[in-house]
C-alpha cells in the first residue's frame, strides 16, 4: 500500500528555517510527480510548491518564492521543501502528495509548521 510520511515540521521563530522531508513507499516514485501543500485553520488547502518526476521542472506558489525550495531524491524515494525566511503567515498543516496522471493521487497524513515569536 502507498505510504507519505512527512516529517520536520515543528515550531519556529520569524525568519527562521525548517526542512521538511516526504518519504515514499509502495509505488514507483520516480514515476510521480511531487507536490506539497499546505492548509491553514479556516483556510482552504493551497499549492505551495510542486516539482516534476525527474526534478527537473519546479513551481512554485507566488507567496513562497524566492523563499522555499522544492527538490527530491529518486534513489531515496524522497521529496523535500526548504523552506527559509518563514513567516507567521507560512503556518499551516503541510501534505506531501504524489500525483500520476490521469488516476492517481496519493497524500500524507500531514505535518504542522507554526511560526511564531
Known amino acids: 500500500q502507498v505510504q507519505l510520511v512527512e516529517s520536520g515540521g515543528g515550531l519556529v521563530q520569524p525568519g527562521g528555517s525548517l526542512r521538511l522531508s516526504c518519504a515514499a513507499s509502495?509505488?514507483?516514485?520516480?514515476?510521480?510527480?511531487m507536490s506539497w501543500y499546505r492548509q491553514a485553520p479556516g483556510k482552504e488547502r493551497e499549492l505551495v510548491a510542486a516539482?516534476?518526476?525527474?526534478?527537473?521542472?519546479?513551481n512554485y506558489a507566488t507567496s513562497v518564492e524566492g523563499r522555499f525550495t522544492i527538490s527530491r531524491d529518486n534513489a531515496k524515494n524522497t521529496v523535500y521543501l526548504q523552506m527559509n525566511s518563514l513567516k507567521f503567515e507560512d503556518t499551516a498543516v503541510y501534505y506531501c502528495?504524489?500525483?500520476?496522471?490521469?488516476?492517481?493521487?496519493?497524500w500524507g497524513q500531514g505535518t504542522q509548521v507554526t511560526v511564531s515569536s
Open positions: 509502495g509505488l514507483a516514485f520516480r514515476v510521480y510527480a
Open positions: 502528495n504524489a500525483r500520476l496522471d490521469p488516476i492517481y493521487r496519493y
Open positions: 516539482i516534476s518526476s525527474a526534478g527537473s521542472v519546479t
